[in-house]
């Protein structure tokens, strides 16, 4: 099978479209022909090797699994022992393992039924950003009325949190640099150009700050939160050696020293959840928007685009 693989960290260069043996799926896994396969940030650190403590279980000197990609939707090829929840044909979406590739392994346990109202590219783009926006929206314990504000809202995972938030009945108010038209399709009340406002000088307060960003400092964010608001930090970016961990640490003593909260949270596919981003993409009250399409072949194209950090919505590899 082609796949896009990587033999060393570094730059969308490293990346070579290479043959690779199918694989073969084990106990409780599905073998699935890929249709489509998004990109997300976490893909672009394994890719790089930065920070350098995800080395530590990717591999030191050179990824273990030289073919990127999570998110994946497509055609069931085979079905592993013990597996009955699919067959061979069932169209699926979830997560899975080397998904940049014409086939890829998944365990059933993190994929659920494509819905036929779903592109294979829309349902690509939902697992792991729209589990990251359900899941942090869920920690912040999110209700009807809640004015929250999510920075990088244009992107993948901030695309999802203010449609899951607007759901809710929830005021949202999103930060992004020119995609007012974009953002305001799916219903976001208030839109902030970071270009020509600074929301952390501004007067209005939040009861969640979803930032995707990390381009403000803890005390600005706490800053617009209201008295028993929430913070939720949720980005990647952060020191070469340890990533983002010294600011969820800062986070974790803030929330010790003020009254409001800033609540890390972990995210991890699951049918339960997915099913229920399927259900309310199906009912349309959430809508998975795909930015650009390249073919497998233009993956390290992908990569460079979501590396520039100015994606609209999801990055998706097609095929």
Known sequence: MKAATQGAYGGPDVLELTDLPTPTPGDGEVLVRVRAASLNYADWLFLTGTPYVLRLAAGVRRPRNPVRGTDLAGVVEAVGPGVTAHRPGDEVLGE???AFAEYAVAKVAKLVAKPAALTFEQAAALPMAGLTALHGLRAAQVKAGDRVLVNGAAG??????????RH?????TAVCGGSDELLRSVGVDDVIDYRSRD????DSRYDVVFDNVANHSLTNLCRVLTRHGTLLPNSGRGGRWLGSLP????GTVTSLLVS???KTFLSTANTADLAELVALA???AVVPLVGRTYPLAQVADAFAHLG????????????
């Open 156 to 165: 993948g995972v901030g695309s999802f949190a203010v449609q899951l938030a």
């Open 199 to 202: 929301f952390t000088r501004e």
């Open 282 to 284: 199906e009912s349309g």
């Open 260 to 262: 409001q909260r800033v």
């Open 168 to 172: 809710q009945g929830c005021v949202v």
């Open 96 to 98: 899975g393992v080397g």
């Open 308 to 319: 520039a950090g100015h994606a609209r919505g999801k990055v998706v590899i097609s095929g």
């Open 247 to 250: 600011r969820i640490v800062r």
